[in-house]
T-cell receptor, first 116, second 118 residues
Framework: AQSVAQPEDQVNVAEGNPLTVKCTYSVSGNPYLFWYVQYPNRGLQFLLKYITGDNLVKGSYGFEAEFNKSQTSFHLKKPSALVSDSALYFCAVRDWYGGSQGNLIFGKGTKLSVKP | EAQVTQNPRYLITVTGKKLTVTCSQNMNHEYMSWYRQDPGLGLRQIYYSMNVEVTDKGDVPEGYKVSRKEKRNFPLILESPSPNQTSLYFC?????????????????FGPGTRLTVL
């Protein structure tokens, strides 16, 4: 069965410092990986996705994520954090096996807090 | 503007009183889904639909019903709400096809419905 783990409930970063939000996954077939962000009182917004190809994926708002197949990880990164990046971040995975699409499975979320 | 809308945004009700949360998308998406979000549990899928008249259970379907009579609408029905259904609910939609490429279509989410069952 497919699963996603976000090992940190909260990540605290000072503005201007690099940030990393961790995600590891488990799937039966080929993984399709996503990051979503949820700002307070808002729905989830798509940030970026990994399908195939280059292991470094660039997305919205200056975020990027690195796919590592051997470590089954898909960590979200940003070189310089902004206070406005403070939000709840969700990693999600969907796999494709046996000719059918699995459902999208979400991690429990990581709260990112960026202090001035 | 491409969007997923949900109504109501906030609802307080009492145990046993039937309610419906509407969801509508204007992107002509085949796939629609309902999730509930609870602290420490992330998002869990309730029901999903791959097209009109095609629905299936997600991970936590007990106590919920859905219907998909039109492509744009996917209402969530709670026939007899209970306090353990107090949660934040999200509707989402995406493109869908039979091929593998459908697996990497991102989902578009509505703004959420905060439901309290007393």
């Amino acid at each position: 069965a497919q699963s996603v783990a976000q090992p940190e409930d909260q990540v605290n970063v000072a503005e201007g410092n690099p940030l990393t939000v961790k995600c590891t996954y488990s799937v039966s077939g080929n993984p399709y990986l996503f990051w979503y962000v949820q700002y307070p009182n808002r729905g989830l917004q798509f940030l970026l996705k990994y399908i195939t190809g280059d292991n470094l994926v660039k997305g919205s708002y200056g975020f990027e994520a690195e796919f590592n197949k051997s470590q089954t990880s898909f960590h979200l990164k940003k070189p310089s954090a902004l206070v406005s990046d403070s939000a709840l971040y969700f990693c999600a995975v969907r796999d494709w096996y046996g000719g059918s699409q699995g459902n999208l499975i979400f991690g429990k979320g990581t709260k990112l807090s960026v202090k001035p | 503007e491409a969007q997923v809308t949900q109504n109501p945004r906030y609802l307080i009700t009492v145990t046993g009183k039937k309610l419906t949360v509407t969801c509508s998308q204007n992107m002509n998406h085949e796939y629609m889904s309902w999730y509930r979000q609870d602290p420490g549990l992330g998002l869990r899928q309730i029901y999903y639909s791959m097209n009109v008249e095609v629905t299936d259970k997600g991970d936590v379907p007990e106590g919920y019903k859905v219907s998909r009579k039109e492509k744009r609408n996917f209402p969530l029905i709670l026939e007899s709400p209970s306090p353990n259904q107090t949660s934040l609910y999200f509707c989402a939609s995406s493109l869908y096809s039979r091929g593998a490429e459908s697996s990497y279509n991102e989902q578009f989410f509505g703004p959420g419905t905060r439901l309290t069952v007393l």
